[in-house]
């Protein structure tokens, strides 16, 4: 069984228990209360115990977990000395790095045709009539077996369709030249915000999100995204696209001893802004089932009103930071945030939410039972790695050491919908493409048992077996063959269908 995550320290020691860790969870509080080495703290408590993490660095301020926190930062020191830990040790947690944008870790795509009508809708603020139209597109390059994997290829259906409006309209509708006009200005203004760069391939297998590290600590997954949250829409639905992709690829599992993996989504009020409800019941749907593959999802935000009710009662792990009184809606989020803590009839809740100090916060974590803990106020325990960023040149070191580097730095652009409707298909491309995947994939898993042979060598410690899919299921994910590789991107876009929504239009 493995040990419970030491969180913080009030009247009585407070744990996250790992067999109930995938009951999701918050980390709520005003701007420099602490949630940021709140998130550190768990994160490195999970990987501690071998669950691998997710997480995005809003302020490029958790870098320095893959690097020991000694010599200590003085309150650091100051804390472990209150706590009395005597066996507290500072120490380097596993770390890889990512980025959409490929400059601060490994590059991060997925193809057209993984989004989805759908949240592309959402991420391009398209109205009713313009999603329609792009569903339409959508439809039409299925059944013409023409693959959208990046966005020249989205660009050229939709020109495609456009010219063809007047004999497409009695199989699959009209065809609005304005929302096709609209669609392509959407287009232009994502990729102005550096949209190209993340559709493309080869896209990630988010089973490289699911490692362990030699000695069996799980691998912390950082995804850089001060640049990213410049483009809000483009973030949130990158991690909600995120979300709907584990879910697909994991099997169910039900109730483990330990996460498979822990997702943490920043600044969560960016996912909830302005959504149609018909999206807010979707997520709700996929925070609540996809815990049966054993994935904690845990929101992080400045105000607990952010996350929409229906989702907060999912979220059984409490952390609450400090919050401020000043306003009239800032009072509402005290008196909420209050409510949905386990009542501890020695603790005013309400009022010692506006009265905590930085580190201190308000811990309320489920028992083994799955019932809340009564609410505790008490110091969060300092993390054991560094706290603020590693410099750059640290950065590019641990790139170049993780063992996917190599695997998705270089951009391939296979022969798809672009090249055909343009009359450029070059008929070897695509096996070129495939050798040089196959060549990239072939020796990650070769780094991969390297690994795993160091792991086994160390003795008394455990790591997990890593996945190895093979050469040709990583064809698969890439949409490499075309029509097998269009089957299997409308496969892949079932998860999404299924729980967004996506209907195919027919007029």
Known sequence: MAEPIFVGRGEHDVYLLPKMANRHGLVAGATGTGKTVTLQRLAEGFSRIGVPVFLADVKG?????????????????????????TDFSYEACPVTFWDVFGEQGHPVRATISEMGPLLLSRLLDLNDVQSGVLSLTFKVADDNGLLLLDMKDLRAMLQHISERAKELTSEYGNVS??????????LLRLEEQGGDKFFGEPALNLMDLIQTAAGGKGVINILAADKLLQAPQLYATFLLWMLAELFEALPEVGDLEKPKLVFFFDEAHLLFNEAPKSLLEKIEQVVRLIRSKGVGVYFVTQNPLDVPETVLGQLGNRVQHALRAFTPRDKRAVAAAAQTFRENPKLDVESAITELAVGEALLSFLDEKGTPGIVERGLVVPPGAQIGPITPEQ?????????VYGTYETMIDRESAYEVLKGKSAPDDGAKADEEQAAKRAEFERKRAEQQAEAAAEPKKKATKPRSDGILKSFAKSAGRKIVAVAGVIIQRGILENFFGVKKRRK
């Open 395 to 403: 950065r590019q070191e641990v790139i170049k050491k993780s063992v």
């Open 61 to 85: 301020d958790l870098s320095g977990i893959c690097r020991s926190g000694s010599p200590p930062k003085p309150k650091v020191a100051e804390r472990v000395k209150e706590f009395g830990l």
């Open 177 to 186: 030249a304005a929302s096709v006009g609209a669609i392509q200005r959407a």
